[in-house]
């Protein structure tokens, strides 16, 4: 699988939009994005996959590159408890999931 | 509802001797993986199990071991030979392959 770089943390506004970035230059055609994240000393929480096409669900939306080397994590309106450390992983369907070190988003009122 | 079970929360542990983290789920899924997580970093696999009576050792599987005995249950055992067994561990498991995963609350395991 495909590795990602991510920025170490990230600060946003409550209530504003928080764009998190993703770089994976390495991707491969077969590989999707996804997004996880994990508040603090709890399990980690899927947030949203995709392949090629931006995807949006209740909690967030993927903004993936037209060349796919990179993506955006958009989470629309951000809250003092969307605070947590958030993972951006590329993976073969079957493959085991693989973290790194990810984002760390602070939301502050 | 359904959901990932670890217990217990907190465990603690004197140096050489093993001890069983405890991993159930009522999801019917097939494959449930252990992840260990140390401060500030992020998580690594130590074993993993696409079915019942198999599993496989992940990226860091010394000093470990487990059974699936049953499609719900996934122990794992953090034995004397782990040389740093101190951190907090993590089960998921997945229906299929394509799914996104399902993560417990996490146990955290002390050596004292």
Sequence with gaps: DAKTTQPPSMDCAEGRAANLPCNHSTISGNEYVYWYRQIHSQGPQYIIHGLKNNETNEMASLIITEDRKSSTLILPHATLRDTAVYYCIVRVYGNKLVFGAGTILRVKS | ?112
């Design chain 2, 1 to 112: 509802d359904g959901g990932i079970t670890q217990s217990p929360k907190y465990l603690f542990r004197k140096e050489g001797q093993n001890v069983t983290l405890s991993c159930e789920q009522n999801l019917n899924h097939d494959a449930m993986y252990w992840y260990r997580q140390d401060p500030g970093q992020g998580l690594r696999l130590i074993y993993y199990s696409q079915i019942v009576n198999d599993f496989q050792k992940g990226d860091i599987a010394e000093g470990y071991s487990v059974s699936r005995e049953k499609k719900e249950s996934f122990p794992l055992t953090v034995t004397s030979a782990q040389k740093n067994p101190t951190a907090f561990y993590l089960c998921a498991s997945n229906l299929n392959r394509d799914d996104g995963y399902t993560f417990g609350s996490g146990t955290r395991l002390t050596v004292v």
